[in-house]
């Protein structure tokens, strides 16, 4: 297992996005493990449970076992994916511009039928807490002054207006890891700050499911992932980013061990369910061991048809309280390169998807 890894993640904006943006896949090396140990392998939660631990809101529609879906610029690409995995995509994650708040309030997936709007399944929407570049560059002091209250807000109509009301919001992701500007480095400031945002938002879009969405195994963060928690009433979905990588699963005891250790999957499944709540992963994916990062490091899992079988049996155990997931596809040299289709870089694994998720 490798040390402390602190990766820059850099913006990249799709051709034909109508000015998208998303980040590049993130890692972190290991770091603080979370408070009160929420414990090891994750199970399906039994029949008869109380109604008072049945989750407030509702998982994404879906006509198979778990929702599914995948990253996407514009609908053709999601809809390419659906073609190759023989089912349509129940969710698309989606990420706004984050270079103001105008692109932040009113983002570009909702302005024409070829980026989203005309997309019958459920948005999930990927935003920062606060533009992270350019003359409206926020910090987390300013959120946690409720100064950008009005501007989530607007944020919460758009949504309503766009008929979106319901939409999964990933609010602040991958806040563990010291890569973005909105990273927990001031570990109060950045509660407040989540919490602000998430109720300013559900304040104009009461039907909106907020995601609370760490990365995966260990942080870089002055306190664990867990320990960033904004609180029951501010969270509807634990999610978490789990990459093949740092530490990479090349059998099915590796995969267990990662995902069960610190900031892992079936941490945050645990976590979950006690905290009554639906879990999510919005991105995930194998992780080539060339041209990658992780790869040149020796922490990369490579073309992986067991990650990718763990994976399956994991949504399907825990089916009853998966929000939703989505694949992370990438072939871009220095990011993750997890293409399984236009580009195929990684047969075995796209052999895999194809069977279990079509």
């Known amino acids: 297992m490798l040390t402390l890894v602190a990766v820059t993640a850099l ?35 039994q029949s008869g449970v109380p109604a008072a631990a049945v989750p407030q809101v ?23 994916w659906a073609r190759f995995r023989g089912r349509p995509n ?14 932040v309030t009113n983002p570009w997936m909702g302005r024409s039928a070829s980026t989203f709007s005309g997309y019958a399944g459920t948005w999930v929407i990927t935003q920062p807490l606060f533009p992270d570049s350019g003359p409206e560059k926020g910090n987390l002091a300013d959120c946690a002054a409720g100064n950008y209250d009005a501007k989530w807000r607007q944020f919460g109509r758009w949504l309503v207006n766009m008929g979106r009301g319901d939409s999964f ?7 563990n890891g010291l890569w973005f500007a909105w990273s927990a480095t001031d ?14 938002i559900r304040a104009t879009s009461p039907k909106v499911r907020i995601d609370w969405n760490l990365n995966a195994h260990g942080s870089t963060t002055p306190v664990g992932a867990f320990d960033l928690y904004p609180g029951d009433q501010y969270v509807d ?19 267990d061990n990662q995902c069960n250790g610190d900031a892992g999957l079936c941490q945050v ?21 060339q041209g990658t990062k992780a790869g040149r490091g020796g922490a990369a899992g490579g073309d992986n048809p067991a990650y990718m079988e763990k994976m399956y049996e994991t949504f399907s155990r825990n089916a009853d309280i ?30 895999v998807y194809q069977r279990l998720w079509g």
């Not at 034909?16 to 972190?28: E, K, M, Q, R, V």
């Not at 129940?90 to 270079?99: K, L, N």
């Not at 919001?169 to 806040?175: H, S």
């Open 11 to 45: 913006l990249l904006v799709p051709s034909g996005s109508d000015g998208g943006s998303d980040p590049i896949a993130t890692t972190a090396g290991q770091g603080a493990s979370p408070t009160g140990q929420p414990g090891t392998a994750a199970r399906p939660t």
């Open 237 to 255: 979905v634990i999610g978490i980013d789990s990459y093949d990588q740092y530490p990479p699963s090349p059998t099915y005891a590796d995969f």
């Open 90 to 103: 129940d969710v698309i994650v989606m990420y706004t511009d984050r270079s103001s708040w105008s692109d």
């Open 322 to 351: 998966l929000a939703y997931e989505a694949y992370f596809p990438d072939a871009e040299e220095g990011n993750v390169r997890s293409s399984l289709v236009n580009p195929d870089l990684n047969p075995a694994s796209a052999a």
């Open 187 to 200: 570990p109060q400031q950045w509660i407040q700050c989540f919490r602000n945002a998430s109720s300013a």
């Open 58 to 80: 509702q998982r994404a529609a879906t006509t198979g076992l778990f929702p599914t879906g995948v990253a996407a610029h514009t609908l053709a690409q999601a809809n390419a």
């Open 169 to 175: 919001v990933r609010l602040g992701w991958e806040f």
């Open 269 to 289: 499944i645990t976590f979950a369910r006690t905290h009554h709540k639906l879990f999510s992963v919005p991105e995930w994916g194998v992780v080539s061991q």
